[in-house]
């Protein structure tokens, strides 16, 4: 098959969710099928010639990505009718880019990653009526809004964001309604993102295609690094997403003084890149670290006592729950967390929702560690076997190219 992928970054070198699942899926595809890639360049970045994609794929097309100010996006958030993630990489520049691409080319299938690229899989899909479009939800967009504006709301200093949510929350309602009805295809990340999407268009065919891990990156049985001492917790992930930034406000405020109560030396690591500023105020917390980005998450996660997931909003298949698995780290999250992933508490992990629960469940696995770790090899052996069972690139990828060539045996949508 001529696949024309079109991604909101460039997916290599794959740095965080997106662009891990958008790199593998191109690298796995292109061993049988000619891809060709559509995707924006943030600023200051340029496509080398030694980089993955350009040996991955026919041609690699870029247009920068566009400068929108806070002012703007003020106003399109009272005025338009498209949500912000519609909206964030419109450009008249790329749609031309684009354009001037379809005229040379003839595809098969386009695949749009997200709803930032929804737009631009439309406009393909009409220049070429024959293609069949894809549209690839990374999460049910409108429901991780709706769920961020009910924990925002509980909280009187983020009842402007809770504001800002409720208006997405229905525009994306509206918005990602159209693009699955006008899709050949839909694909979700995860069971419980598929169901919400099905709530949007009850009579269309919506397929689960998880996110995945490449399980060479991540040896095991793990390496064993010096301890580190005082004993560390762990949370890794883009720390200027907005679930991100909630967990961890959450935990280092609720969970862990709690944690500290029983052993003071307790620390907490946040690795990510972007820390937003209202994490600023966790590094005068005693025993918390805002790393920023680092070149390697991987010896951070190893050195680590315990790997803790406190999201209380999002969506999708988490990569860091899959990372922290085929790592062999013991691992505690809340049931959003893990959703969708079919991991069992006390079994590959342990879960707990509530500040009490949660603080509990990380003590025991300290405790244990202290003596002899038994607990936590059994939760790291299972947890490891997990991964290698369900969510290898090499197990995910082939379920993606059936949804193709089914789609290919119908004919393409006229409602576009």
């Known amino acids: 098959m001529k696949i024309l992928f079109l991604t909101p970054q460039l997916p290599y070198p794959p740095r965080q969710g997106t662009t891990i699942r958008n790199y593998n899926l191109i690298r796995l ?4 099928h000619q891809i060709d890639l559509f995707s924006f360049l943030a600023p200051g970045e340029a496509l080398g010639a030694d980089n993955h994609l350009v040996a991955l794929c026919g041609q690699v097309i870029t247009a920068p990505q566009p400068a929108r100010s806070l002012a703007r996006r003020a106003v399109d958030t009272l005025t338009a ?8 990489l419109e450009s008249q520049e790329a749609y031309s880019r684009l354009e001037a691409l379809l005229d040379e080319e003839s595809y098969d299938l386009i695949q749009a990653e997200g709803i930032e690229m929804a737009a631009y899989g439309l406009a393909a899909a009409e220049s070429q009526p024959s293609a069949r479009l894809v549209f690839d939800d990374h999460n049910a967009e409108y429901l991780l809004q709706k769920r961020s504006a009910l924990v925002d709301l509980g909280n009187p200093l983020r009842w402007l964001a809770a504001g800002y949510s409720l208006i997405q929350w229905n525009k994306l309602h509206r918005y990602e309604q159209s693009i699955c009805s006008h899709s050949d295809a839909v694909v979700a990340v995860s069971e419980p993102d598929r169901s919400a999407l099905v709530q949007l268009v009850p009579d269309r065919l919506i397929d689960v295609v998880p996110n995945g891990i490449d399980l060479a990156e991540f040896p095991f049985p793990p390496p064993r690094p010096a301890a580190q001492q005082p004993p560390t917790l762990i949370f890794t992930g883009k720390m200027d997403y907005r679930p991100n930034v909630d967990a961890i406000l959450w935990f280092a405020h609720e969970v862990l003084p709690l944690i500290q109560a029983q052993k003071p030396d307790v620390r907490l690591q946040v690795v990510g890149m972007n820390p937003h500023r209202r994490l600023a105020p966790l590094e005068q917390m005693p025993g918390v670290e805002i790393t920023g980005a680092v070149d390697d998450v991987r010896p951070y996660v190893y050195g680590a006592a315990v790997y803790v997931v406190p999201l209380r909003v999002g969506g999708g298949t988490r990569f860091k729950v899959l990372e922290a698995l085929a790592s062999g780290k013991p691992l505690v999250s809340t049931s959003l967390g893990v959703e969708g992933l ?13 500040p009490h629960a949660f603080a509990a469940a990380v003590l025991r696995l300290l405790d244990d560690q202290a003596d002899g770790g038994q607990v936590c090899a059994g939760l790291s052996a299972a947890g490891r076997r997990f991964v290698e069972s369900h969510f290898t690139w090499e197990q995910i990828v082939p379920r993606l190219e059936r949804i193709y060539q089914a789609t290919l045996r119908h004919t393409p949508l006229a409602n576009r």
Do not use: K
């Open 81 to 88: 009718n498209r949500p912000d993630m519609g909206l964030r």
């Open 29 to 32: 595809l292109a061993q049988d």
């Open 342 to 354: 079919g991991l069992q508490d006390g079994r590959e992990l342990l879960i707990a929702d509530e």
